[in-house]
């Protein structure tokens, strides 16, 4: 089963506005990885984290790597009609080659 | 780099029939992963190739369930004696390393009526 718990579950925002959504676990990753998937297509990758502690910015997207391995987080800034969709976050356990999904964010951005 | 491609985008079979799906890699990943996800959730790993060998099969995959990937490149996916309950959508994705990142295709649509 999951072993990733991600918060909040649903988001209903303004456009303009900043979004921020979260990613735990009991046990310690070795890799994040945040996705996007829009409605009858695969995750596309947004941006990929390989060290505790790392801040990677893709454009109006920054996520961050906890400091404990334990967790991640996901901005957007000024959010757009586009970026409406439904947002996965992803672990790689240590010496596992599969990735472990959380249950998505689904993000809503009223105009 | 034309990205993972995914055969067919949807298909709707009566239970009880055989399907089958394919999945073509990016050509010069040589890891290659099935997933299942079903409404609402996030994708399920369900198997796992490093060229054409078979590494790690989840407990999801239940004897129905069959992977290959006979040259090292594509890979099918076949179902046997669908059940409704199998009903999802099956994405493939591959990478270049082990611990690098995974991109995934479009995925398959299955109904099964």
């Known amino acids: 089963g999951q072993q990733l718990n991600q918060s909040p579950q649903s988001m209903f925002i303004q456009e303009g506005e900043d979004v921020s959504m979260n990613c735990t676990s009991s046990s310690i990753f070795n890799t994040w990885l945040w996705y996007k998937q829009d409605p009858g297509e695969g995750p596309v990758l947004l941006i990929a984290?390989?060290?505790?502690?790392e801040l990677t910015s893709n454009g109006r997207l920054t996520a961050q790597f906890g400091i404990t391995r334990k967790d991640s987080f996901l901005n957007i800034s000024a959010s757009i009609p586009s970026d409406v969709g439904i947002y996965f976050c992803a672990g790689q356990l240590g010496g596992a080659q599969k990735l472990v999904f959380g249950q998505g964010t689904r993000l809503t951005i009223n105009p | 780099d034309t990205g993972v491609s995914q055969d067919p985008r949807h298909k709707i079979t009566k239970r009880g029939q055989n399907v089958t799906f394919r999945c073509d890699p990016i050509s010069e990943h040589n890891r290659l992963y099935w997933y299942r996800q079903t409404l609402g959730q996030g994708p399920e790993f369900l198997t796992y190739f490093q060229n054409e060998a078979q590494l790690e099969k989840s407990r999801l995959l239940s004897d129905r369930f069959s992977a290959e990937r006979p040259k090292g490149s594509f890979s099918t996916l076949e179902i046997q004696r669908t059940e409704q309950g199998d009903s999802a959508m099956y994405l493939c994705a591959s990478s270049l390393l082990a611990g690098e990142k995974l991109f995934f295709g479009s995925g398959t649509q299955l109904s099964v009526l």
């Open positions: 984290l390989y060290k505790a502690g």
